[in-house]
T-cell receptor, first 114, second 108 residues
């Protein structure tokens, strides 16, 4: 297993377009997380899945954002009608359990909205 | 989650020990103290965690104050590859609250 994989690594889109990011977690990890990181700040929690169930969503996750994890494997994060304020690094992580132990992060997808 | 206070930045010479402090005075009794680091252009990576006792692993040591209101991450011999942002995260549950962390600069 090569760790958590995120695609694409970079995405440039025009304001108003929809974008979708993919995350492939470590195969034996049943928990998956999405975070967003803007320049100079630490990552901020967006949402969390246990298997295919989305168990928690941050208030940062507006109605334009949707995440799925079909069959409890890979996950997608879609942003509809992108805004310039959506420009950020989107990080995915997976873990075998709760408690902050054993989180493995991907290298992220950097989104630039022009 | 408990609020943390870390220096914005620290500097160290290569091959010298580095002590990265963190104050977490509002930590609850069940919160573990986690440290993650983020190298440039990468996602965060786990460094170490502990509850009450000091902990050692191949990457670092974690010294936890007796009252648990502060902790110190110790890198015994800093290398250029240790230049990163280090995050102290008191945590229990599912979401890690990263804060801004300490940016460590290592000079040759």
């Amino acid at each position: 297993d090569t760790g958590v994989s995120q695609n694409p690594r970079h995405k440039i889109t025009k304001r108003g377009q929809n974008v979708t990011f993919r995350c492939d977690p470590i195969s034996e990890h049943n928990r998956l997380y999405w975070y967003r990181q803007t320049l100079g700040q630490g990552p901020e929690f967006l949402t969390y899945f246990q298997n295919e169930a989305q168990l928690e969503k941050s208030r940062l996750l507006s109605d334009r954002f949707s995440a799925e994890r079909p069959k409890g494997s890979f996950s997608t994060l879609e942003i509809q009608r992108t805004e310039q304020g959506d420009s950020a690094m989107y990080l995915c992580a997976s873990s075998p359990g709760l408690g902050g132990i054993g989180y493995t992060f991907g290298s992220g997808t950097r989104l630039t909205v022009v | 989650d408990a609020k943390t206070t870390q220096p914005n930045s620290m500097e160290s010479n290569e091959e010298e020990p580095v002590h990265l402090p963190c104050n977490h005075s509002t930590i609850s009794g069940t919160d573990y103290i986690h440290w993650y680091r983020q190298l440039p252009s990468q996602g965060p990576e786990y460094v170490i965690h502990g509850l009450t006792s000091n902990v050692n692993n191949r990457m670092a040591s974690l010294a936890i104050a007796e009252d648990r209101k502060s902790s110190t991450l110790i890198l015994h011999r800093a290398t250029l590859r240790d230049a990163a942002v280090y995050y102290c995260i008191p945590h229990a549950g599912y979401a890690l609250n990263f804060g801004k962390g300490t940016s460590l600069l290592v000079t040759p």
